[in-house]
């Protein structure tokens, strides 16, 4: 039996942390790795204490996007230890918007390994320092 690479290993789990995602239109997660050691997790959900899109709706902004809920990518930023983000890896299992994109490289985060695309115009300005790898998802034999 041939071992997981670390990168397929951190993707797995983003995806289960994913699955914790209240809001119905892209349940996303967000692992964050210092040393091959987890620092944070993180799945797109509401503030705390307010309601859920599964409960009450999603709250579509004029681009499409629903704005009810903090991205993966920043709650699990918002729930590490600092100094752990600079120079570790986020594995995330959709590509980061243009938000999440400022928001992990503004902590430090030096490499960004995600599974499904979704791509937007804007990362290359923000993610030029950064190591982003796209893993998608391996056919089963």
Same mark, same amino acid.
């Given at each position: 039996?041939?071992?997981?690479? $670390? ?11 994913? +699955? ?5 239109r ?16 993180g799945?797109?959900?509401?503030? #705390?204490? #307010? ?12 681009? !499409? ?5 903090? #991205? ?6 918002? #729930?590490?230890?600092? !100094? ?8 995330? +299992? ?13 902590s ?13 115009? $804007? ?19």
């Amino acid at each position: 039996m041939n071992r997981k690479s $670390w990168d397929d290993y951190f993707l797995d789990i983003a995806e289960e942390v994913g +699955t914790r995602s209240t809001c119905p239109r892209l349940h996303v997660g967000c692992v964050i790795v210092k040393d091959k050691h987890i620092a944070s997790t993180g799945y797109n959900g509401s503030i #705390h204490g #307010h309601d859920h899109c599964e409960d009450a709706g999603c709250l579509i902004n004029e681009q !499409g996007r629903c704005i009810r809920t903090l #991205h993966a990518e920043e709650n699990a930023v918002l #729930h590490a230890d600092r !100094g752990l983000l600079k120079g570790a890896t986020a594995y995330v +299992t959709h590509e980061p918007c243009e938000k999440c994109a400022k928001t992990l490289a503004q902590s430090g985060i030096a490499r960004i390994v995600y599974r499904d695309a979704y791509p937007n115009k $804007w990362n290359e300005f923000f993610l030029k320092d950064i190591e982003v790898v796209h893993l998608p998802r391996k056919e089963e034999a």
